[in-house]
């Protein structure tokens, strides 16, 4: 089976970088982009940007634009979100989710990483 | 951008009972919409999409109708399993966004 497995929780200080990573395991990801999706405590779901594991073709919802970079590496099935400076309102649960094309629904979600930044 | 509204926000129900949630779009986005279901703890799973083809693996109990600004989630008779949160999410431009979600619970 097709899974998307997360990088471990992080706690980490106001100020620090950090970079997570989604890693398709059972098949390759190259024909699929990778979401990535904010949940903060108690709250929603919020789309945060996609990438085409092919090409890194990036999109960025404006919300995020300039706060995370996402990227990916081919070679190795895997996509990432990074922070420059993390700031104490990162505080949440980040997934990542696939989907094929641009219309289409997000299949297969990882398990989530939290990341927690208090000083 | 396209904006999500979802109602209600949150319902108690019983087993046995039909639920319905609806969705609605601040423009047409034709059938380029998806349900998800979050229990707690758990990652969202897809439940429907292109507004009414049920993913493989979900149970027939669940349906999705609607196309242009107005789509509705129905589970037919609620089991104990279903009690958790839906939330609606459009793929029709970017960004995508998703609903603010229905939280199902337990009357």
Known sequence: DVQLVQSGAEVKKPGESLKISCKGSGDSLTNYWIGWVRQMPGKGLEWMGIVDIGDSDTRYSPSFQGQVTISADKSISTAYLQWSSLKASDTAMYYCARFLQLGDGFDIWGQGTMITVSS | ?107
Do not use: H
């Open chain 2, 1 to 107: 951008d396209i904006q999500m509204t979802q109602s209600p926000s949150s319902l108690s129900v019983s087993v046995g009972d039909r639920v319905t949630i609806t969705c609605r779009t601040s423009q047409s986005i034709s059938t380029y919409l998806n349900w998800y279901q979050q229990k707690p703890g758990k990652a969202p799973q897809l439940l429907i999409y292109a507004a009414s083809s049920l993913q493989s693996g979900v149970p027939s109990r669940f349906s999705g109708s609607g196309s242009g600004t107005d789509f509705t989630l129905t589970i037919s008779t609620l089991q104990p399993e279903d009690f958790a949160t839906y939330y609606c999410q459009q793929s029709y431009s970017i960004p995508l966004t998703f609903g603010g979600g229905t939280k199902v619970e337990i009357k």
